[in-house]
């Protein structure tokens, strides 16, 4: 069970439940007197096809880049200075069993989709869905993966942000019949997406002279060294998205706590990657996506 775990890389699962635990926040805040019961269980639906969905996309990644022999360093113990341990290059598990998980998470994944477009009615966002999974596959599976094309941050800004937080939010208002605002889910789309990327920027530093080795072209191998500094700027917007909609709250008195909170963990976030404590930052990086809906919840309350 244990390889398992280390497999699923937890640090990294709030970048994918984050986005619809936050857009429920909203939705029941802006909505609070007409929020109905049914949009309890389509939020809790929308959880666990992001936590699935996740887990795939994680497993399938694992798989991939084993195969393609990417993470052939990565074989021994995590440590601070390592990145997450990979079952398959480190001979943890077959690739039968690999490929077995993979498609554990993805029927889960799609049972509870299914269910959460049936309770909104709603079943043209399967297509959508099945948009995941071939994005969580081609990453860096297939012939020619987009992830090894300086495609990432596009690809997690796009599902991780704007798909994972307004397409739960579209569904849990579509149950309750609840007018959707767009434009502040997009908002909120912007703050988790731009913190999603952060944490893709510090693994892909992080990993940039074995990516290129491999021919794995991310931005940080195209960019280098200087790829650094679009981390704070990424972290920057993100920040400032989630005041800007703190605001539209009315609640000014609860931005600048968040603005201290957050540039706290941004601050020490950034000055791990600079002492190459990459799971410190990582660990740092995560906090700030769950500081996100602690925040939507006070502002709730």
């Not at 635990?21 to 909505?31: C, T, Y």
């Not at 500094?229 to 706590?257: D, T």
């Not at 968040?258 to 990657?273: E, G, H, K, P």
Request: contains cysteine.
């Amino acid at each position: 069970m244990r390889k398992w775990l280390l497999g699923a890389r937890l640090r990294t699962l709030p970048a994918g439940i984050c986005p619809v635990i936050g857009a429920f926040l909203l939705d029941l805040g802006l909505n609070c007197k007409t929020f109905r019961p049914v949009g309890y269980l389509e939020a809790l639906l929308c959880l666990l096809t992001a936590l699935f969905m996740q887990l795939f996309a994680n497993f399938a990644n694992d798989y991939s880049d084993g195969v393609k022999g990417t993470d052939e360093k990565r074989t021994g113990s995590e440590g601070e200075n390592r990145g997450p341990i990979r079952l398959l290059a480190s001979g943890l598990v077959t690739r039968k069993d690999l490929l077995c998980a993979c498609a554990i998470c993805a029927v889960a994944c799609a049972a509870s989709g299914i269910a959460a477009c049936a309770v909104a009615k709603d079943f043209w966002f399967l297509l959508i869905g099945v948009a995941c999974f071939l994005a969580g596959w081609f990453y860096v599976g297939g012939k020619r993966p987009y992830g090894y094309m300086a495609l990432g941050e596009i690809s997690v800004l796009t599902f991780f942000g704007f798909v994972d937080t307004m397409g739960s939010g579209y569904l849990i208002a579509q149950s309750s019949f609840l007018h959707f605002h767009s434009a502040l889910f997009a908002i909120l789309s912007i703050c988790f997406g731009l913190s999603s990327v952060s944490i893709l920027a510090l693994n892909n530093f992080r990993d940039r002279e074995e990516d290129k080795r491999h021919g794995k072209i991310t931005l940080a191998v195209w960019l280098g060294m200087s790829y650094a500094f679009f981390l704070p700027i990424f972290l920057f917007f993100s920040l400032l998205s989630l005041s800007f909609l703190l605001g539209y709250y009315r609640l000014p008195w609860l931005v600048a706590p968040y603005v201290v909170c957050d540039f706290t963990l941004i601050f020490f976030s950034c000055r791990a990657v600079a002492k190459r404590r990459w799971k410190s930052g990582m660990r740092l990086l995560s906090s700030r996506l769950l500081l996100i809906c602690l925040f939507l919840a006070v502002a709730l309350a």
